[in-house]
């Protein structure tokens, strides 16, 4: 989400925001839209058994796609970005307006959750901004060390714990049915209860630690300079290239192993296969975060470029948009949809959403304006005019 500011380091002396930031952000928030989508469409609990209703071409290809390419890959990207704002900001701004900042963040994050889906982001990063500020002034080598630790326990911690300590069917049954058949009061009791248990489980830490990894990478990177790194296109393509070559040998290895299954391994074979894993995701996620700066710097479409980048300025208002309209089509007391598209018509309903967005967002650039949600933020925490 935006954070204080994009920055004031232009990647072009025309621009008074980091455009290559606003490009990743609203790349970003392209993956996020769709993932949201089917989160709140069909909840992962119910994935396996609705994607066992669509065998067809088709339908298939566009599910394997989703799990494959954008599940769990762009929420990190969030992250990275989110970091390198804070380390932006908080030497202009300070720690007041930071805190400031996470406090309206937080009170978004707690509407959202008891009035649209309970699959919020924005009350995690409040809190681990706030314990990015306890970290913060670690010298830089340790805070990248410390990410890497926890980017690693969030993809080796399932080798700590049984799978039946974390499992929760019957939760996932009231939800469904809530979802499905139940009212607003119903709806809003197992979003809150659902919540609060998110914090309470495995899946939630190592969630977290996977996201506060990407927040310290990016808070990292952009403290140590590496925007100049950015500004640098024959830099990011060698950079790229490398990440994308190491994501092909590991998946190489995973099928030539056949470990791409849950087949037994030994406990050895468990580690070396889930320490491969991290180093997959990593790499693949450092693909999607330099890709839309790589086609910035070497396809130049000033056009999609602009979109993108007008995209990111306006990120906060278009995620609470697009969770809103979801749940107001998907639940109950909506439209009643929960479940019952095909795969097909949820990427025609996203594609038609998204359309829209970055038609306004191009719009709201052009004239200068503020996202509504992103001029009551600055409202709230600057008391100035919109």
């Known amino acids: 989400m935006e954070l204080p500011q994009s920055a004031n380091l232009p990647l072009t002396a025309n621009h008074n925001r980091l455009s290559s930031i606003d490009l990743v952000r609203g790349f970003a928030l392209l993956g996020i839209g769709l993932e949201n989508l089917f989160s709140m469409h069909t909840q992962n609990a119910d994935f396996a058994q609705y994607a066992a ?18 599940r769990s890959k762009f929420y990190p990207i969030f992250s990275f970005v989110f970091g390198m704002s804070a380390a932006l900001s908080l030497p202009q701004r300070g720690a007041g307006y930071f805190l400031r900042r996470l406090a309206a963040l937080f009170g978004l994050g707690i509407l959202q959750t008891a009035f649209v889906w309970n699959g919020d ?11 990015l500020l306890l970290l913060c002034r670690l010298p830089t080598t340790m805070l990248f060390i410390l990410a890497g630790l926890l980017l690693t326990f969030s993809f080796t911690g399932e080798l700590w714990v049984p799978a039946e300590i974390h499992n929760a ?30 914090f309470l489980n495995w899946e939630a830490l190592w969630f977290l630690s996977r996201i506060f990894a ?112 979801f749940s107001l089509l998907f639940y109950h007391y909506g439209a009643g949809l929960y479940g019952k598209l095909a795969p097909w ?42």
């Open 53 to 70: 209703q669509y065998p067809q071409e088709l339908n298939h290809w566009l599910l394997t796609g989703l799990m494959v390419l954008v």
């Open 121 to 131: 982001v924005l009350t995690h990063y409040a809190a681990m901004g706030i314990l």
């Open 169 to 198: 069917p019957e939760m996932a049954q009231k939800a469904t049915t809530a979802y499905t058949s139940g009212t607003f009061g119903q709806i809003t009791v197992v979003r809150l209860t659902e919540f609060a248990a998110g």
């Open 345 to 386: 018509q949820c990427f025609a309903l996203y594609i038609l959403v998204i359309s829209v967005q970055l038609a306004l967002s191009h719009r709201w650039s052009k004239q200068g304006q503020r996202g509504p949600v992103e001029a009551l933020l600055r409202y709230v925490v600057r008391g100035r005019s919109f």
């Open 214 to 325: 990407f927040l310290l990478l990016g808070y990292t990177f952009t403290r140590a300079g590496g925007l100049r790194y950015w500004q640098n296109k024959y830099q990011v393509l060698r950079a790229f290239v490398l990440l994308a070559v190491g994501v092909g040998l590991v998946a190489l290895w995973f099928q030539v192993a056949g470990w791409r299954g849950e087949g037994e391994l030994s406990r050895q074979l468990e580690w070396v296969k889930q320490l491969l894993f991290t180093a997959y995701f990593f790499g693949l996620v450092g693909c999607y975060l330099l890709l839309p700066v790589l086609l910035y710097h070497w396809l130049p479409l000033k056009k999609a470029n602009d979109l993108l980048i007008a995209l990111g300025q306006h990120t906060l208002t278009h995620y609470l948009l697009q969770n809103l309209l």
